[in-house]
Structure formats: structure tokens, C-alpha cells
């Protein structure tokens, strides 16, 4: 089965800094990485996936993520935080059914615990 | 293209009660997902449907069911509510796989 870590519970950072957030998996294939940002009492917006080919992601408000297969990793990143981008992020994986004639579809996400991101000013 | 959309936003129930949950998919999707994100906890998946069928379940009792109608729309279904199915409820919306676009979600207290 699959799963999902991310390694801290809470980051703090500066307006204008830098930013990576941890998200490593355990998945016996190929997997298919996601991440997503939540904020407070709502539902999630996803940031970014990966499904295959380039492991560098470019996503959404100005996100990226590398996918690294010999670390099981699959690490978000932003260049300069804004105040804005305070929320909580979770990293997931998907597992994706092969096309086949009978045009099941199952398919179901697993989440991390999701790391909150404060912005200081 | 429309979102995701979950009804109701709130919802305040006794335990022992029964509770049912909307959520109309985005345009075009067949394939709904349900989710339930405890506090301070990642979401966890419940079930799926696809055309209208049941098509992949977590580890939830048989008191969590589910309908999907045919124009996509779905349901969640909770039987006699236990204290910890306090949660915000997920719905996802996918034309194929896991689910990418989710509603805001149902906020649910059980008391």
C-alpha cells in the first residue's frame, strides 16, 4: 500500500525567502505525486502533479517540485514566499487504473499530514 | 467550466442520526471521490464512484454509503453518527483517476 510522509508539521519563513517543503512516498510502481494547498476552512486547489516525464513540475502561484526517484521524494519549492501563501500544503499519491475495455476508473489519493506554512512579514 | 460544488457548508448533528451529504462534479466528470479530513489530519479516501457504481472503497464501515446519480452528481450517506465522524467531507471530481478537483467541502459536528 501507499503512503505518504511529510517530515514537518510546521514552517515558518520571511516574506521574500525562500521556500521547500518535504514530501517523501512509499509506492511499490511508478507513482503519481500531487500537491495541494488548503487554506483555513477550505476545500483543496491543486498546485501541481506529476504523472511522468519531466521530474521538474512547474505549478500554480509560482510552485515547482522535483520528483527524485532514488529518494522516494518528492519536494515542493518556491523561490520567494509571499503572505499569501500561508496555508497548509499536503503532498499525495495517486494510484491510477490502466485504460482498459472495461472503463473502470478506480483510483483514489493518499495524503500526507500536510505541513503549515506561517509567513512572517 | 464549473467547480465543485458541496451542500451543505455546515451541518450540526446528534449522534445516532443520519446525516446525507451533496455534491454536484464538475461539468463533464464521471468519476466522484469522497474523502474525510479530520482536524489536523490529511484527508481519507472513503469510496469512489464511476458511472454510477461503487468502484474502490477505504477503510470505512459499511455505515458510510454512497449514491452516484446520472448526471454525475452524488451523495455520501452516514448511519448512526458516532462522535468521530466530526470531520469536513470531501468531494473530488475526475474524468479518469484519483480525483483532481475538490469542493470546499461539508463541515459536519457531531455532538
Known amino acids: 500500500a501507499q503512503s505518504v510522509t511529510q517530515p514537518d508539521i510546521h514552517i515558518t519563513v520571511s516574506e521574500g525567502a525562500s521556500l521547500e517543503l518535504r514530501c517523501n512516498y512509499s509506492?511499490?510502481?511508478?507513482?503519481?505525486l500531487f500537491w495541494y494547498v488548503q487554506s483555513p476552512g477550505q476545500g483543496l486547489q491543486l498546485l501541481l502533479k506529476?504523472?511522468?516525464?519531466?521530474?521538474l513540475v512547474q505549478g500554480i502561484k509560482g510552485f515547482e517540485a522535483e520528483f527524485k526517484r532514488s529518494q522516494s521524494s518528492f519536494n515542493l519549492r518556491k523561490p520567494s514566499v509571499h503572505w499569501s501563501d500561508a496555508a497548509e500544503y499536503f503532498c499525495?499519491?495517486?494510484?491510477?487504473?490502466?485504460?482498459?475495455?472495461?472503463?473502470?476508473?478506480?483510483?483514489?489519493?493518499?495524503f500526507g499530514q500536510g505541513t503549515i506554512l506561517t509567513v512572517h512579514p | 467550466e464549473t467547480g465543485v460544488t458541496q451542500s451543505p457548508t455546515h451541518l450540526i448533528k446528534t449522534r445516532g442520526q443520519q446525516v446525507t451529504l451533496r455534491c454536484s462534479s464538475q461539468?463533464?466528470?464521471?468519476?466522484v471521490s469522497w474523502y474525510q479530513q479530520a482536524l489536523g489530519q490529511g484527508p481519507q479516501f472513503i469510496f469512489q464512484?464511476?458511472?454510477?457504481?461503487?468502484?474502490g472503497r477505504g477503510n470505512f464501515p459499511p455505515r458510510f454509503s454512497g449514491l452516484q446519480f446520472p448526471n454525475y452528481s452524488s451523495e455520501l450517506n452516514v448511519n448512526a453518527l458516532e462522535l468521530d465522524d466530526s470531520a469536513l467531507y470531501l468531494c473530488?471530481?475526475?474524468?479518469?483517476?484519483?480525483?483532481?478537483?475538490f469542493g470546499s467541502g461539508t463541515r459536519l459536528t457531531v455532538v
Open positions: 473530488a471530481s475526475s474524468l479518469y483517476g484519483p480525483g483532481y478537483t
Open positions: 509506492y511499490g510502481a511508478t507513482p503519481y
Open positions: 506529476y504523472f511522468s516525464g519531466d521530474t
Open positions: 499525495a499519491v495517486g494510484v491510477l487504473p490502466p485504460r482498459d475495455a472495461g472503463g473502470t476508473s478506480y483510483g483514489k489519493l493518499t
Open positions: 461539468s463533464g466528470h464521471n468519476t
Open positions: 464512484y464511476y458511472r454510477e457504481e461503487e468502484n
